[in-house]
């Protein structure tokens, strides 16, 4: 009995807590996806040569060759 009791106590104990988190409410950085970064990438000529694209989550650019 004492172990349900105990049990019933930790959980109301525990319940307020739990509603303060929830009104916090902050959007993920570029979650929305609306905003991308496009890398072309020209491939070297031993490999075959072509222009490849990649897309990335970031603000919004197209960089065009090596840059970091």
């Known amino acids: 009995m004492k172990k349900i009791v105990g049990i019933l106590l930790a959980c109301l104990l525990a319940a307020p807590g739990l509603h303060a988190q929830q009104d916090t409410l902050r959007p993920i950085p570029f979650g929305d996806f609306d905003q991308w970064l496009v890398r072309r990438i020209k491939e070297s000529a031993v490999i ?5 694209s990649v897309y990335m989550i970031a603000p919004v650019d197209t960089l065009v060759g090596a840059q970091p």
Do not use: A, D, L, V
């Open 48 to 52: 075959g040569g072509r222009e490849s």
